[in-house]
């Protein structure tokens, strides 16, 4: 007997008329095959100029080559640090999105901008070689060995290593979750928070939420499991997997930095999401979880003027401004 699939959480009126807007430029379902494709780019996400990065002035940029770990080859940091001041009020770490295949470190980064004006926040952003070149732990290790540059280089940078904070989505999201688990495992940095948008954390792509929104919105099971092969391969779905790749295979969530989690309800990652700050309760963490009805996946880049894209922003602002001033 077939089981019946139940149906999909409807879209927001807005981000449903938004997704349609973008028809066949953005296909929820990929695959393998169309990995070199995407990587050639789409109109209208082209890449962040050094120009738009330092807001009329009120940013200073540069990159800058930092040793890879364990003999990696090195990596490259984005550095945006806020102008005409002394030290900044912390850093925020950032990890781009990009299913672990697209994308490189200024995908993504001009959120990380908005709440590092607001809060007078650096922003350094790391780029990691991408699967399935580069499967697992190759990401990961290029974003910890740039992770524990900066937090040693806090002084040249101008911020307090104290106020270091992880953040990322989507992919960057799963990523940024990872380096928690790896400083607290592994000796260090101290962290104080990590901001988890979207984030994909389980390969094992079972969840209900993944089943129900097969075929539909942005970044399906297909899609997913096409971003999970690249990385993990043959090892996906499978017993071994670790939780540096995949966090939601973490055995303990306990003794973590504050997490903010957000989700759409109408999404793939929607259970793992909800799952992950189930589970950092029950660790005894602190982790604020927001499920935004009818939400896609990166509903708030793609929609930016929607009012929930605009309630979702508030909501992370407001985190992390309590989370800089406790």
Do not use: K
Request: net charge negative; with cysteine.
């Amino acid at each position: 007997m077939t089981a019946v699939v139940p149906s999909p959480p409807p879209f927001d009126a807005e981000l449903g008329a938004a997704l349609a807007a973008l028809g066949d430029q953005l296909p929820p379902s990929l695959t393998p095959e169309m990995i070199p494709i995407l990587r050639q780019g789409t109109a209208g996400m082209e890449t962040i100029s050094d120009d738009d990065l330092r807001r009329d002035g009120r940013f200073t940029v540069e990159e800058r080559a930092v040793p890879g770990l364990d003999g990696d080859p090195d990596g490259s940091l984005l550095i945006c640090r806020p102008a005409g001041v002394a030290e900044a009020a912390g850093c925020l770490y950032h990890t781009h999105g990009g299913g672990m295949i697209l994308g490189d470190n200024r995908a993504g980064i001009d959120l990380m901008l908005d709440l590092a004006e607001e809060f007078g926040l650096a922003v350094v952003s790391v780029e990691y070689r991408l699967a399935p070149e580069t499967p697992h732990p190759g990401p990961v290790n290029d974003c910890y060995a740039g992770l524990l540059w900066t937090a040693a280089h806090a002084g040249e940078l101008g911020f307090d290593p104290g106020r270091l904070i992880v953040a990322g989505g989507s992919a960057g999201g799963g990523l940024a979750a990872a380096l928690a688990l790896m400083a607290r495992d592994l000796g260090g940095p101290e962290l104080l928070g990590q901001l988890l948008i979207c984030p994909m954390l389980d390969d094992r792509n079972e969840s209900a939420s993944a089943v129900q929104m097969e075929g539909l919105g942005v970044w399906d099971r297909t899609a997913n499991r096409t971003g999970w092969g690249a990385l993990l391969g043959d090892a996906a779905g499978g017993p071994d997997v670790s939780p540096y790749a995949a966090p939601a295979r973490a055995a303990d969530l306990g003794n973590l930095p504050p997490a903010f989690i957000d989700v759409g309800s109408a999404e793939t990652f929607r259970d793992e999401d909800v799952a992950y700050a189930s589970r950092i309760w029950q660790a005894g963490g602190r982790a604020e979880l927001h499920v935004w009805p009818g939400a896609f996946h990166g509903f708030d880049m793609m929609a930016p003027a929607a009012v929930i894209s605009q309630d979702a922003r508030r909501a992370r602002f407001r985190w992390l401004n309590r989370l800089l001033n406790a």
